[in-house]
């Protein structure tokens, strides 16, 4: 049987959690649930896009992604179910399907046309997009779900600007460790980089001029840079939570200096 998993707001104090699962399983009851996390901050899909982005490719191909963020009924808000990557994705389209592609394309888009059970008007989530969930986890036709559409709701998001020799990046995750994930990918510091030094500089006349391999690498306390398992820059601390003693936060800026020696 298929595999859903599940990226939420939802947390684990309420009941909301249970109730979708319970939904899920009472459709499909062999079917193989897992959690990503219902940890995201309420309502944030760039939060939500990070954490998929990183996560769904560890996942067999043919995987379904039920992405529970701000799914609640709005007057004109699609469901939509998305191929991409040999990986199905099925949400609200407020914008994370199109910060999840980038600037890549999907292979199928599909505007769901589910009848919604009024009885769960106010949390679709364990209705029509549990229903559309189950339908492609059964192997059924995706296309079935509905009619085709060309692209989903298109959500704006910082961008590296590149300058003479600096790279100017934000903030994009902070992880449970503290760690401060940039959106400065390793392609393009490397790109850019061509071999010459570096400085990073960040918030409190901070720097950094040396990248590191793993956290460890530096004494206990100490700050570091370095490409994690995300491939984007990372600004940590060995064995300390760098977004606190470092005051960083999303959208705050990082730049990298390349130095002409």
Known sequence: MGVITLTTDLGYRDFYQAALKGSIISILPKVRLVDITHEIPSFDIQDAAFVLQNAYHYFPTGTVHLIGID??????????????????????????????????????????????????????????????????????????????????????????????????????????????????????????????????????????????????????GEKLCLFGISNYLEVAINKGNASTLLGLHPDETIIVEFLDR
Not at 80 to 88: D, E, L, R, S
């Open 71 to 220: 799914t609640v009924f709005q007057k004109d808000c699609r469901y939509i179910a998305m191929q991409y990557n040999h990986h199905y994705f099925v949400g609200a389209d407020n914008g994370i399907f199109s910060i999840i592609l980038g600037e890549d394309k999907a292979d199928q888009l599909i505007e769901i046309e589910l009848t919604q059970d009024l009885r769960f008007l106010h949390f679709p989530l364990a209705d029509v997009l549990a229903k559309a969930a189950c339908h492609i986890a059964k192997g059924e036709d995706i296309t079935l779900l509905g009619p085709p559409i060309d692209a989903p709701l298109q959500k704006v998001t910082l961008q590296p600007i590149i300058e003479n020799n600096i790279i100017k990046g934000h903030v994009s995750y902070i992880d449970s460790f503290g760690n401060v994930i940039s959106n400065i990918s390793k392609e393009l510091f490397n790109g850019t980089q061509k071999g010459r030094e570096f400085v990073l500089h960040f918030k409190r006349n901070e720097t950094i001029n040396k990248m590191s391999w793993h956290y460890s690498e530096v004494p206990e």
